[in-house]
């Protein structure tokens, strides 16, 4: 049996963005639309609508038209809600811009965009947004012509301007640019299409059986797919109501909202699950109005879906898959899948979406249960990379189908696992090593809460294998210990030879891992040694990012 599944046959929404938000509005006008907790501000969909539309007109005076680009870059706020249903609205492109950015990857995206307008917070506890674009513009000769500032009378003057009637968008029209997280490379503009997004989420939402009454809790950004999508367009198809926690994400922040607006989902990457349930004051919030959610970004162990299910009373949470350049998600587990199909594998496909997994060889499709390279094609492939035709054409074939770089393998089920990057597997002596497979291992120790593969280079070997473990609270133990932990359990080429306990690892604003930063910061370490450091002298944890 061939790696190769198609969804299921579904009617699409023939709807753009704008035409959904006012199928919302005039069902529900008066249900939640949006909370932001952090804020003390609440908007029903008829609000939402209005003030989308006044912000559109407002972009209009200000000379924005239809497909120009207008950018975002905020962490999680009601106004960054506003400003994506307003651009819909006006036909102007959302360019979703990442608030961990510095002035010089600012300065890429400005000019890479060709942004005209830019919406924005002079600042926050963990940046100077208007200094930083002040030095970003100095950098780079852009098409930039509006700044406003969400603290200031601009935008008060936007939502008070008064609504008008704009030419119609078109399904395939672009509506959003999202630049990947830069794990490896520089950034790419993923240029998304109405028809890509308002189906995305319609499928993620039935698959989650939304309803009107469901309330989704949303600790990760708006600025990535994650937010905007599987979030905000997830709510749009339903009528659902999306509760933003707080600026960044914040444990506590997230329990408190699910608490007090009565949450019936739940989203996160593992990361986030795992501190939420080990928050030292987890057991004074009520949480058990959760039902479901969704988990992506990286694998998920065993034993955090069991602590899911049972502690954060999430039944039904999926696990999810997908990229950028899928709108994201291509494939879910079902909500009432045992618990081996929603650890162990990423789901099956979706409706109206293909998949195969191909030799990284020869690129035919693989017999079931050997490993290749995933790729997808559907009505939620990305209209391509913006202004980028050649890297457009390396990442889609003649034949429509996109090559995602991710490993994996698929069941006779049907099920997908994923097995890593094909950039991430360490080659150690001859031998190939997955990292997600001893990460899998690894996960069964006592004491270890989250752990991280890597390979470094090594003269002898080629590459070794490289653990960052954190610990349980409470918890110590040694690298000694770690490796006879997997002596005789594991093949012994898989036994991490360099071991490193951290309190936090590097990660994009998503959540995701950057495991070329920590290779990137293993290797500096590995300097100061040579050098005659000591690993005590220089700590790793004081050098792992902040997660934004």
């Not at 994201?328 to 594998?345: F, G, N």
């Not at 001893?438 to 006592?446: D, G, Q, R």
């Not at 997997?486 to 998503?510: E, M, W, Y």
Request: charged share 25%; glycine share 6%.
């Amino acid at each position: 049996m061939l790696s190769h599944s198609k969804g299921p046959d579904l009617a699409l929404l023939d709807r753009t963005t704008d035409e959904q938000l006012e199928a919302v509005a005039n069902r529900w006008p008066d249900r939640l639309a949006v909370a932001s907790m952090h804020q003390g501000r609440r908007l029903a969909w008829r609000e939402l609508r209005d003030r989308a539309a006044r912000v559109a007109a407002g972009l209009a005076s200000l000379g924005v038209k239809r497909v120009d680009r207008v950018g975002v870059w905020a962490t999680n706020c009601w106004e960054w809600v506003v400003v994506h249903f307003a651009c819909a609205k006006l036909g102007a492109v959302l360019v979703s811009v990442n608030p961990a950015l510095r002035a010089r990857e600012l300065a890429f995206v400005l000019k890479k965009s060709r942004m005209k307008a830019l919406f924005l917070r002079e600042r926050d506890e963990r940046s100077a947004y208007a200094e930083i674009l002040a030095e970003a513009r100095r950098e780079a000769v852009c098409e930039l012509e509006h700044v406003i500032l969400f603290e200031n009378p601009e935008w008060t003057e936007l939502l008070e301007t008064r609504p008008r009637s704009h030419a119609p968008s078109k399904l395939d029209d672009v509506i959003n640019i999202q630049y990947t997280s830069g794990t490896t490379g520089s950034p790419k503009g993923v240029s998304l299409t109405h028809r890509n997004l308002v189906n995305n989420g319609f499928i993620i939402a039935r698959a989650l059986r939304y309803t009107e009454l469901d309330r989704i809790c949303l600790p990760v950004p708006l600025s990535h797919c994650f937010g905007n999508v599987i979030g905000t367009m997830a709510a749009l198809a339903r009528g659902a109501g999306l509760i933003l926690p707080n600026w960044c994400f914040d444990a506590r922040a997230t329990l408190a909202a699910i608490e007090a607006e009565k949450a019936t989902s739940l989203y996160g990457v593992p990361t986030m699950f795992i501190a939420e349930l080990s928050h030292p004051e987890f057991s004074r919030f009520d949480v058990s109005s959760l039902r479901t959610g969704v988990m992506a970004g990286a694998p998920c162990p065993m034993e955090l879906m069991r602590r899911v299910i049972s502690d954060l009373h999430c039944p039904e949470l999926a696990i999810g898959y997908g990229l950028t350049e899928t709108s994201p998600i291509i494939t879910m587990s079902d909500i009432d899948d045992e618990l081996e199909r929603r650890v162990c594998t990423v789901g099956k496909v979706m409706p109206c979406t293909e998949i195969k997994v191909v030799s990284v060889e020869n690129g035919k499709t693989v017999e079931t249960g050997a490993q290749g390279e995933v790729c997808a094609r559907g009505y939620m492939l990305m209209k391509g990379y913006d202004d980028d035709p050649e890297a457009t054409a390396r990442a889609i074939d003649g034949d429509g189908w996109f090559h995602s770089g991710d490993l994996g393998t698929m069941r006779d089920d049907g099920y997908l696992q994923i097995t890593g990057r094909a950039k991430d597997m360490i080659i150690r002596g001859g031998e190939n090593i997955y990292p997600r497979e001893v990460e899998e291992f690894l996960y069964a120790h006592p004491k270890i809460a989250e752990v991280h593969i890597a390979g470094l280079p090594d003269e002898r070997l080629g590459e070794i294998v490289l653990a960052w473990i954190r610990l349980k609270t409470g918890e110590c133990a040694t690298a000694d210990e770690i490796r006879e932990f997997c002596r005789d359990r594991i093949a012994h080429f898989k036994i991490p030879q360099r071991i490193r306990f951290v309190d936090s690892f590097p990660t994009t604003p998503s959540g995701k891992i950057q495991k070329f930063r920590i290779r990137e910061m293993e290797l500096r370490e590995q300097e100061f040694e040579r050098d005659g450091a000591t690993l005590a002298a220089r700590p790793m944890v004081s050098r792992a990012p902040r997660r934004s």
